[in-house]
């Protein structure tokens, strides 16, 4: 019982780092129905610029750990920003009119354009971070096995749920959510309608490296390991996660990562930690046999 308490928490925490990444994916298709396969590996970047920030403000003797990683973020979040709208204006603006593989080709090249670039600048090694929040809340003691739930995990189960909240509101509630209703609904009619659609578009990007962001440093904080080849890997479980969930729903990105990863915790703890990834891929496949739309999505409607 406390071991399969132990994999759920870890599972729901891994999930919610997940659920973060996909939200980025999911807010991109909703407005202009493309994957950004690109996103993963900003996700990457955003985890390489919180790692170089945290050691820089260490390096001039900043100790507060509170205010080095709000520091941190602020920096990488910018910078990751300027990422986002670099893959927008370079991968997706000059091709939105083409055919529909054009656009998906070229994010891929510019997540390997990216990886590389990472690999180059920073090394193919293991890059590794001493624990900065540490301890947590004992729950269970099962014959010496103790069952915890760590402070990180904490923050990582909060700060995605916040998030959620607050971007679920933006998207609902405020001129830019408006907007961006508007050019998923019909690209161009929103712009014979005067909405700026290239700034709302862009402004998409953005929010979604930002979010990657918070996922990469989380991920940073949380495993305290990181290399160039981590933003594959979470974007392809991310993008399974949005597809799970329902692609265009912001809550069903959050429920598709945490599937995710109970699926692959559970996994790993009672059957064959190298076949994880089969058991999440199948369960995918299941669930988009008898429910296409995912578990929160909507079928699509073809405009005649």
Not at 198 to 226: E, K
């Amino acid at each position: 019982m406390a071991y399969a308490l132990q994999q759920i928490i870890n599972g729901i925490t891994l999930g919610m780092i997940y659920g973060l990444i996909a939200v980025g994916y999911t807010m991109v298709y909703g407005i202009i129905g493309m994957i950004n396969f690109a996103h993963g590996d900003v996700f990457m970047v955003g985890a390489f610029l919180s790692l170089i920030g945290l050691t820089l403000l260490a390096s001039l003797g900043v100790t507060s750990v509170p205010l080095a990683l709000a520091l941190a973020f602020v920096a990488a979040a910018v910078i990751a920003g300027l990422y986002g709208w670099t893959v927008e204006r370079v991968a997706y603006r000059p091709l939105r009119g083409s055919f529909r593989l054009a656009p998906l080709i070229s994010a891929i090249g510019m997540s390997i354009v990216l990886q590389n670039f990472v690999q180059v600048s920073q090394g193919a090694r293991d890059y590794n971070l001493a624990s900065m929040i540490p301890g947590g809340i004992p729950l269970m003691d099962e014959n010496g096995f103790v069952v915890q739930l760590s402070w990180m995990q904490i923050l990582i189960s909060v700060a995605t749920l916040v998030l959620l909240g607050i971007f679920t509101w933006l998207v609902t509630r405020t001129p830019l959510g408006r907007a961006m209703r508007a050019c998923e609904q019909d690209l161009k009619m929103a712009s014979l309608l005067g909405i700026d659609t290239d700034l709302t578009i862009s402004l998409t990007f953005v929010i979604g490296a930002v979010l990657a962001t918070v996922a990469g440093m989380l991920f940073l904080l949380y495993y305290g390991s990181i290399n160039f080849y981590i933003g594959f890997t979470a974007g392809v479980k991310a993008f399974t996660a949005a597809v799970l969930g329902g692609i265009g729903s912001l809550p069903g990105a959050v429920l598709g990562g945490l599937a995710i990863g109970l699926i692959e915790s559970l996994w790993s703890g009672y059957a064959s930690v190298p076949y994880k990834n089969v058991a999440a891929f199948s369960v995918l496949a299941i669930v988009l046999i008898f429910m296409p739309s995912g578990l929160l999505g909507r079928a699509d409607i073809e405009k005649v």
